[in-house]
């Protein structure tokens, strides 16, 4: 609780001086999973209230790169990280990883509701934290945020595991949010959703701009161009090439990049 | 080619009859030489129709012909009583026969099933029925003669005094003064009932859920989650072993440390909570043999590793996106263990609890040999005793000048009645759970 208040007066001096929260940096991160090398030393800055895509073949280490900002990496046995990777200024690796999560959500590959019901899924971060606030108002602004409330304002007691699939995709982005992060991961939230959910999901990713850091990986060059404000191309293991999206799309400095972009075989 | 496939269903599906009732009964031999010498004939018929009509020679039709011939003789031949391998006459022949005949009757009726129905290859699906259908009603008749047998000898027996009545037995000598010389006066109580072992059944599988249910749980959670795969494994093999060791090695070590606690420790409290205690009905402190704590205690060392694996394989159920989702949103690992992964596991850990229930109402292997009757009351600190020992005692029992197999022998169907029920409405109730539980939380 302590904490969290004194995260809360951070937020407002870091205001007072017109700095959006959540800037990431991350500066020569190496990680090994058993002996293999994931990551051979990244630097990258990741700008806050914006969108930034990440890119790349599939096992360049997109996803492991995403893992480590909240350290859900830590969860696979045999993870080693070196380097460091600041939050605002703060070396995420030295916090605790419940207060880093809580400032960094995370939305998944597939949608991971929880067996419970639509309000108890969102309501369920801010109930683990045992944070006192007005429960009905939090789920109708997250459920707003994440573009649902209209379709699910009259059943939020059913379970969460009725709704179709791209409705689950966003009820976890909206479950997300209800913690109030500052950076929102998310890791290929389209690969399994139909075109319809997929533009829903990116309509509310573009709604949430500005307002919160977001890191999407994603394999669809569409997606990455509608939504992400700078692109990040990671080829096995390094960074490529880091940009704004216009421009690594017009006119990419690196051959390989220019190669993935427009599909070519290596 | 089709009379002669019918024909040879026919004759098979008798020698089956035969056979299954040759397990049971010795006086069915004049049968078996006939119906094996007729399956001989029909079958070489139908390999002959099959090399006529479809062009095709059958191999294995030929060779089940040959071997009916050589089992119809091998029958004829035998003597009543098989000697020899220090078997003395204790196998009948019907025994042989009777495996002789399903032997041969199964794949006999398969083949004549394929070739009655046209050879196509729906009927070489419905043709293999027979191989798994006869061992199914096979196992089921067996099962329910049993169950038959216990409801009819039991429910005529059960009546409320029966149901309410603890059973007691106790004789002990009252010293009357007559004429300035002490005289000693036998008594007795007689009480005939089912009360106490039924309680003491119902005793046993509570306790026994109280202290394996935390600990299996436990098990099954750090094996899971904090325990990285040397270690696990090592628990769990352990576990495992724990299981397989047999009951009876059990009930000797728990009988050999009440002896130990009984001379060195002898009058102490410990001794008194190891094994059990209660009073005459004269006010006289009587210990038992060993108390229901003790005994389910050990009952619990066969549950632990049914329900710890139970809760494993329930974790390992959950999908890892969903624990990694309720990481992510800040939760922390008792957190998520608490409302996601263990209501996730409730439907395991319920069959395991029940598995495990059921095991400490029929654990006879472990505590007949430090049960008693349970007369001096029931409570976690008197004297164990249970529908399961109670039946054994009055079959077996000797304990209390064979009082018990005196006035209770006859009631010993009743007491089986009774633990049928049961075990059988706990089985029922579990599974009600389960699906409540199922459909609740996880509502696919």
Known sequence: MINTMVRENDRTTNFCVEKIPGGIEVKQLEVFYGGNKILNGINLNFPPGKVTAIIGPSGCGKTTLLRCINRLNELTLGCKVNGQILLDGENILEMDPMLLRRRVGMVFQRPNPFPKSIKENVLYGIKAIRLKCDYDATVKSCLEK????????????????????????????????????????????????????????ETSILAMKGEYTQIIVTHNMREALKVSDYVAFLYSGDLVEFGETQKIFSSPLRQETRDYITGKEY | MKIISFLTLIISVFGLILGGLSLVVNSLEAYPVFILGALFLTLTGLSIAIRFSRKETKPSIIIFAV?????????????????????????????????????IGVPATCYSLFYLL???????????????????????????????????????????????????????????????????????????????????????????????????????????????????GVVRFSTTALRAISGIILAVTALSLIHVVNSAL?????????????????????????????????????????????????????????????????????????????????PNIITGLVLGCAEAAGALTIIFLMAGTGQLGVNPLSETTSLAYFIFDCRFGTQMGDSVQTYMGSYQY?????????????????MVLKNKITRRYKAI
């Open chain 1, 146 to 201: 994440a573009a649902l409330w209209g379709e699910l304002a009259g059943r939020l007691n059913d379970s969460a595991f009725a709704l179709s699939i791209g409705q689950q995709q966003r009820l976890c982005i909206a479950r997300s949010l209800a913690v109030s992060p500052e950076v929102i991961l998310l890791d290929e939230p389209a690969s399994s959703l139909d075109p319809v959910s997929t533009m829903k999901l």
């Open chain 2, 67 to 103: 071997l009916a011939l050589a089992s119809a003789i091998i029958i004829r031949v035998l003597p009543e009583y098989l000697y020899g391998l220090n078997i003395n006459g204790v196998i009948h022949r019907s025994i042989i026969s009777a495996f002789l005949l399903i032997g």
């Open chain 2, 266 to 346: 002898h009058g102490t409290f410990l001794n008194y909570i190891i094994q059990g205690f209660g009073y005459y009905a004269n006010g006289a402190l009587l210990t038992g043999r060993s108390s229901f704590l003790f005994a389910s205690l050990f009952i619990s060392l066969l549950v632990i590793p049914v329900i710890a694996r139970a809760t494993e394989e329930g974790l390992n159920s959950l999908p890892k996106d969903i624990r990694e989702g309720s990481l992510a949103v800040g939760a922390s690992e008792e957190h998520t263990l608490k409302h996601i992964s263990l209501p996730w596991c409730l």
């Open chain 2, 118 to 232: 046209g050879a196509t290859p729906r009927a070489r699906d419905i043709s293999r029925y027979p191989m798994f259908v006869f061992p199914i009603i096979l196992v089921i008749a067996a099962f329910v003669l049993i169950i038959f047998k216990i409801i009819v000898t039991g429910t005529p027996q059960l009546n409320w005094s029966l149901l309410s009545t603890p059973f007691k037995y106790q004789t002990w000598e009252t010293e009357v003064w007559q004429n300035g010389w002490p005289n000693f006066i036998p008594e007795t109580i007689k009480q005939i009932g089912l009360l106490n072992s039924i309680l003491g059944t119902f005793l046993l599988m509570g306790l026994t859920s109280i202290i394996s249910l935390p600990v299996g749980m436990g098990i099954g959670i750090f094996v899971h989650q904090y325990a990285g795969p040397s270690l696990g």
């Open chain 2, 414 to 430: 009743a007491a089986a009645f009774l633990l049928l029920i049961i075990t059988i409405g706990l089985t029922v109730i579990a």
